[in-house]
C-alpha cells in the first residue's frame, strides 16, 4: 500500500493533480474487499474447473468423439493432481507458519521475508512503471511532432 | 491464513485480553483465536468443495459463492483495520504487539 502511494504522491507534487490520490483512496476500499475474491475464489474455480473442455472445442467434447473421452480422462487426473497439490501444499505452509506461533523472533523473519518479497515485487513494478512513464513523457512531444 | 491469524491473535492480545482479563479466561481468548481459524479455513474448504460439485451457474453454487465472498471480504475489511491499528498503536507508543506485519 504504501510503495503504491510513493509514486501517486509524486505525480501529486510534479503535476498538482490531487484526483489520482482521491481514486486510489477510494478504490482500495473495493479492492480490500474483492481481493479475497480475486486471490481465493477465482484461483480456486479455476483450479476445480480445469477439466472443463465444454468451451471453445466446437462440440468435439460431446459424445459419439470417443478420442474426446480418453482426452476428458486425462484433464481429470490433471485437475486431480493439481487440487492435491493445492491443498497439500496449503495445509503444510499453514501448519508451519501456525507452529511458529509461540517463537516471535522465527515468526517476524518469516513474515519479515514474505513483505520483503512482496514489497520486492511491488517495487519493481513502481519503478519500471516509474521508468516507462518518465520515457512516455520524453518521448511524447516528439511523437506528436 | 497467516495474516488471518496474526490480525486475530493481535486483537487478542490488544483488544480482548485488556477488556476481558478479569471475565474470561485465557483459555477462552484462545479459543476465540483458533475458532477464527476455523471459520476462515472452513471458508475456504467450502469454496473448493462447491467448485468441485457445480458449475458457476449453478443456484447452490451461486448463493453459497456470494456468501463467502462477502464474509471473506468483510474478514478481509476487518483484518486490514486490525494491523493497521495494531502498527500504528507499535509505532506512536510502546506497545504490546511484537509482530511487525505491514
Excluded at chain 1, 3 to 20: E, G, M, N, R, S
Excluded at chain 1, 62 to 68: I, M, P, Q, R, T
Aim: proline share 2%; charged share 10%; glycine share 6%.
Amino acid at each position: 500500500m504504501v510503495i503504491y502511494f510513493i509514486p501517486i504522491l509524486l505525480y501529486w507534487f510534479l503535476f498538482c493533480h490531487v484526483h489520482p490520490l482521491c481514486e486510489v483512496f477510494l478504490g482500495y476500499i473495493s479492492f480490500l474487499f474483492y481481493s479475497p475474491a480475486y486471490l481465493n475464489i477465482l484461483n480456486i474455480y479455476s483450479l476445480c474447473r480445469i477439466d472443463d473442455i465444454s468451451w471453445g472445442t466446437k462440440g468435439l467434447d460431446s459424445a459419439g468423439f470417443g478420442k474426446n473421452a480418453a482426452l476428458k480422462g486425462g484433464w481429470k487426473l490433471l485437475k486431480f493432481v493439481h487440487v492435491f497439490k493445492y491443498v497439500f501444499w496449503n495445509i503444510i505452509v499453514a501448519a508451519v507458519l501456525l507452529s511458529l506461533g509461540s517463537n516471535y523472533q522465527t515468526r517476524f523473519w518469516v513474515t519479515f521475508g514474505m513483505v520483503v518479497m512482496i514489497g520486492g515485487s511491488v517495487g519493481l513494478k513502481v519503478f519500471v512503471a516509474l521508468v516507462y512513464m518518465m520515457l512516455y513523457k520524453i518521448r511524447a512531444p516528439k511523437i506528436a511532432e | 491464513m497467516f495474516t488471518v491469524h496474526i490480525a486475530i491473535e493481535a486483537f487478542r492480545q490488544d483488544v480482548l485480553s485488556r477488556w476481558l482479563a478479569s471475565a474470561v479466561s485465557a483459555t477462552v481468548l484462545d479459543f476465540f483465536v483458533y475458532t477464527m481459524d476455523f471459520v476462515y479455513v472452513m471458508m475456504i474448504a467450502s469454496i473448493l468443495f462447491y467448485s468441485l460439485h457445480f458449475k458457476n451457474s449453478a443456484k447452490q453454487f451461486k448463493s453459497k459463492i456470494y456468501l463467502v465472498s462477502t464474509l471473506l471480504g468483510i474478514f478481509m475489511m476487518i483484518i486490514m483495520g486490525v494491523l493497521m491499528v495494531d502498527i500504528v498503536r507499535g509505532l506512536i507508543s510502546n506497545s504490546s504487539c511484537t509482530y511487525y506485519v505491514m
